[in-house]
């Protein structure tokens, strides 16, 4: 029996727009919301989508007209009383209430600020003006329409069972990766991959094969919308953003080596617990970890998000020794760049050693690498920033000099100020 | 949308019955029947299931109440209008009413005969006896119910993702199967694995593949139902149980002897071009070919079933040099335990030499092999045959003694009136 209305209603273009709703981002998002709606309500921040791997070229492969459709329906959104009830009323990290009132009333009118495209030498030229916390929520839709184009340009003229088998495919590279991971005793490990997804659906499925092939190791999403769906954990903490528009906020050298901290400050005020994580590598992690305050040396772990990642860890560990804490009860979260191998290697070198946490993103959720011919479909390297805070440039330095972003002299400025020394490239995947 | 009403109906048992209509089943069936119901309507025949890989002990894997009901289903089973039009009005090997009105009217209300069904020593006796005509056609679909009842008793208890995933497999190594296929100029092959498919769902996935995936290599599907639906040919002319039942009906051993040119002599007199096709391995090809008429070299081509498919195919062209006839105009269909390398060795060999054909059955409808643990899903060799006619044990030799059939004395008779020498034994796969 064929359902005439699901058929009616699936011709029209709405059947799968790539973001369907407001929640469709990633919980650190709206944890960071809240933050700046309370702290720095009316900077004005400007954030800018770049790809990083410039031999694709959007603009030649995604349809102006389709993209802006996205990008329209987008701004057409707003939450819905049940996403605003789930928001108001779950359990986060163990926590009830953990959005204000005033933040939910707030969020409950929010639709996206007008967003500004051009195209330029094949890449679009994609930028978002406006009151930091409106323009913040941009970010992850953003990335998520860019990429599910771009899949769905390079799948569009293959047959149906051709696609069929390319998703058997994809189905069965994630199945055999879960299986590794199941060997691996005490995994803890979460859906980071909205950003970069292939699709919606697909991070939805892949979500679901995690639960069943991994049961309790696997701890839960960044997606809000699919956390809420498939009734897990929503996971996430806190972004480079933060840091980046309060050191652009800064109006001198002393202040600017102070923001970083006072991010911290402002997250140690409203966060306890497992919310209580560092992201270190901004402007470096050795040098902010050494000028760290007590204080956060007591907070409960860090996330690893760029350099070599053992070697972040080994760093982490030191500086809680060094500070007296004990490394065993600590939380590191790797984040960057991982897939099974990497997950294996520090899972194996790091239990027991301190309390492991695995952010899996871009190869949990768009591994297609390989799956079609001329590797269409391979993940590339897409981001999309805070550039300026009224109207000064943003840097991000990281541990990794090839993920570094902004003006020349602001990131020497930066250097100079975070003392940072020499940094080893690597190449960025996703 | 969920569709409240489909909902409801898949609740019930229907949902996947393994049979769903009197076409489901194989063509050479359909054409062998209307033979039968002409020339021997009133012999009494009893068909047999025999299950050759004894290990599989199948009365403990699928639960009596499961087989009895989807036995008793198709007994509730009756040819549909919209399947007797097509019968009736549809082209099959470019002939218009292909199907007498007499065989179409018996055929529209035909019902399948009782069956018996009794466990012994972990195996089901089942067994159809009646009139040739009706009986008969319970060959193909008690083979696809006990076919597809071992699949899911062993896929029972699978995860909803692990069941995806072993699909996503068992596409992907299909997929693959045709790519290599696609390399070969000039293939032709067609679907004949109705009997021991995986499930019907997955034969009409198959062919589907198969159709989009060889285009019009892809020459059709044996199965009439799938046929129908997807509008594709029908294949498929004749089997053993023509010179079984005939031979079983001899009287003397020079009858014996004509016997199976007795039914070619009836075929003959049906049909023409492409259907006349030899089927020469029930009581040994070459004796068969050797003592042949010469009227029967004219014939089409041949259907090679048993023993070495290349001895077989070289064995029939000398037979065509012999007879005079030129064997580039000389269709040979290769139908015995075919999967892809067996079909490019064949295909590399005789192409250019003689028409080749491919009839691609187990190894294409049920290739699960490996895919569950303990290989669960492995196909194995499960026949149903004619044991008995007017209450005389019938047999077959094949070019294979491990195919052989019959009573030992019969066999032993069989042999030495068709002066069967020596055989190669050769393990039967599928």
């Not at 600020?113 to 916390?133: A, I, R, S, V």
Request: proline share 4%; with cysteine.
């Amino acid at each position: 029996m064929a359902d005439i209305a699901t058929r009616v209603y699936n011709h029209r273009w709405k059947i799968d727009p790539v973001v369907r709703s407001l929640l469709d981002t990633d919980f650190y998002k709206l944890l960071m919301c809240q933050s700046v709606f309370r702290n720095r309500p009316d900077t004005q921040v400007t954030f800018s989508l770049i790809n990083r791997s410039t031999q694709i070229r959007l603009a030649d492969l995604i349809d102006e007209g389709e993209l802006r459709e996205q990008l329209d329906h987008l701004r057409t959104l707003r939450l819905t009383r049940g996403e605003s009830t789930w928001l108001r009323g779950n359990t986060f990290y163990g926590k009830r209430q953990m959005f204000r009132p005033d933040f939910m009333e707030w969020f409950e009118n929010l639709r996206l600020p007008p967003y500004h495209l051009e195209k330029h030498d094949g890449q679009y030229e994609l930028t978002f003006e406006g009151n930091w916390p409106e323009v913040m929520m941009w970010e992850i839709p953003a990335l998520a329409v860019l990429m599910e184009l771009r899949g769905r340009a390079v799948l569009k003229d293959m047959g149906r069972f051709e696609l069929q088998v390319l998703y058997a495919r994809a189905m069965t590279r994630l199945w055999e990766k879960i299986e590794r991971l199941r060997a691996l005793p005490g995994l803890r490990i979460a859906d980071f991959g909205t950003r970069r997804r292939h699709s919606f659906l697909w991070q939805d499925w892949c979500v679901q094969a995690m639960i069943e092939g991994l049961g309790g190791a696997f701890t839960g999403t960044s997606n809000c919308l699919i956390a809420m769906r498939r009734d897990i954990e929503a996971i996430g903490t806190n972004a480079h953003e933060l840091p980046m528009v309060y050191a652009a906020l800064a109006d001198t050298d002393a202040e600017l080596r102070e923001a970083p901290y006072r991010v911290l400050a402002d997250w140690h005020e409203e966060h306890d617990g497992n919310l209580r994580i560092i992201l270190p590598d901004t402007f470096g992690t050795k040098g902010f970890l050494d000028r760290a305050p007590d204080w956060l040396a007591g907070w409960t772990g860090i996330r690893i998000d760029s350099g070599d990642p053992a070697e972040a860890a080994e760093t982490a560990i030191a500086w809680w020794i060094a500070r007296g804490e004990d490394p065993r009860k600590k939380l590191v979260i790797f984040s960057d760049g991982l897939d099974v191998e990497k997950i294996e290697e520090l899972h194996g070198r790091f239990a027991g050693r301190v309390k492991v946490s695995f952010g899996w993103g871009t190869l949990l959720t768009n591994d297609f690498r390989g799956l079609v011919a001329g590797d269409g479909l391979a993940p590339f390297s897409l981001v999309c920033k805070a550039v300026s805070a009224n109207g000064r440039p943003t840097v991000k330095l990281s541990d990794n000099p090839s993920k570094a972003m902004g003006p020349e002299d602001e990131i020497a400025r930066y250097k100079r100020v975070f003392d940072v020394g020499a940094q080893t490239a690597s190449p960025v995947i996703v």
